[in-house]
């Protein structure tokens, strides 16, 4: 009946899925435990209008031309530069930490003798790791760092992952580096913006064709068995390939242990005015349990006289904690190739997305890796 399975209608299989049905012509079915497509990226309105991300905010950004151009055949785009605030000793400040933040946050003459000496030693505009500013030997430099370590990504980052910056992989505190210029956005992709009508209305136009069925609120294990060399599905031995986009842990019963994610605990506030704050997103490292709050208006204004907040409360994975970010440490990596290993002993199986491939891939970066394993393992 299907050539493909595919478990998880987030976007990496939907990706997966639309390619094989238009490209390949071939059936697929995707079985997807919630009562709804999307994953994570889903949004819907509410009452008033406002499109509100459920699994908290997702703000598509990317300097893959062709990744840009595969989303824009499924919707429209408006376009936003993401912009974030960080609420540090009284005062909101741009971030990424650049001149501007330094600026509102410093005396003056420090300000400028800061700002000189950083150009002595990196370009214009250039982009600094925090865990690399630290390691310089000037005073005012150090000054500089100590601060922004301290202020920006101490509390932040133990709230987040319960661990401190430096114990965590640099690749994840560099996503946010301190900024030599006054680009006061958060990203600074070629491509900066979101689906007109949303991302789950972008998913169910690419999985709107003939050849997809799709059946939601089923668990894999309940439709698919496991064995030595492959799965069955309903029973019966399957002989087309499984893409797999869920938790490579649960699909081998968590043969080798649990694999660490961090997760989000969100509170939405419907509040009884326009605009509650200046921006999208304001972080506060330092202050409250929670590390952001995000306005969805920002992203999608709509003429409304309430306005939609939503708090991220940072805590681990568990049976009602959805996972969100894989945690690395050795033990988690060693953890994983052990999976991978075994499920590379099962032929017909690809495994695909943040859960299955335990990566901290952004939406544009699953959308690449979705297109480059169907050219390069389906098709
Ligand atoms: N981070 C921080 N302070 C901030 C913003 C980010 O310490 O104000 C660190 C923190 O460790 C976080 C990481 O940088 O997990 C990546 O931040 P990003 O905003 O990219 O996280 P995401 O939006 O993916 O949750």
């Known amino acids: 009946m299907f050539d493909y399975i595919i478990v998880g209608a987030g976007l990496a299989g939907s990706v997966m899925a639309e390619r094989i049905a238009s490209e390949l012509d071939e059936k697929v079915l995707i079985i997807e435990e919630r009562n709804h497509i999307a994953g994570n990226c889903y949004d819907e309105r509410d009452e008033n209008g406002v499109l509100v991300h459920r699994y908290g905010p997702h703000i598509f950004h990317t300097d893959h031309e062709d990744v840009f151009r595969y989303l824009s055949r499924f919707t429209e785009w408006r376009e936003y530069q993401h912009r974030v605030l960080g609420f540090i000793d009284g005062v909101k400040v741009p971030l990424p930490f650049n001149f501007n933040s330094m600026e509102k946050l410093f005396p003056p003459s420090l300000f400028h003798r800061i700002q000189e000496k950083l150009l002595e030693r990196y370009a214009y505009g250039s982009r600094v790791p925090i865990l690399e500013l630290s390691g310089e030997d000037d005073p005012d430099v150090r000054f500089l760092a100590d601060y922004v370590y301290r202020k920006v990504f101490l509390n932040y980052t133990m709230k987040q992952w319960g661990l401190r910056p430096e114990e965590i992989d640099p690749a994840v505190t560099e996503r946010v580096p301190v900024v030599l210029s006054r680009d006061d956005r958060y990203f600074h992709d070629k491509y900066q913006a979101v689906p007109r009508e949303g991302y789950t209305q972008m998913i169910r136009r690419m999985l709107n064709h003939r050849n997809i069925k799709l059946l939601l609120n089923t668990k894999h294990s309940e439709v698919l ?72 208006k920002h992203l999608h204004p709509v003429k409304a006289d309430v306005t939609v907040t939503l708090r991220e409360y940072p805590c681990s994975h568990d049976e009602r904690n959805d996972p969100y970010y894989p945690v690395f440490t050795e033990e988690s990596r060693k953890m994983y190739r052990e999976y991978r290993k075994i499920a590379e002993e099962i032929g017909d199986l690809t495994l695909l997305g943040r859960l299955a491939e335990y990566r901290y891939y952004d939406m544009d970066d699953v959308v690449k890796r979705a297109l480059e394993v169907f050219e390069g393992e389906v098709r």
Do not use: C
């Open 225 to 296: 068995e496991l064995r030595d060399d492959g799965f069955n599905f309903m029973g019966r031995e399957f002989h087309g390939r499984v893409i797999f986009t869920g938790k490579i842990d649960e699909l081998f019963n968590y043969t080798f242990g649990r694999l660490p994610y961090r997760s989000l605990d969100l509170h939405f506030d419907r509040l009884d005015m326009e605009w509650f704050q200046e921006v999208a997103t304001v972080n506060y490292p330092n202050d409250y349990d929670f590390t952001r709050i995000t306005e969805f």
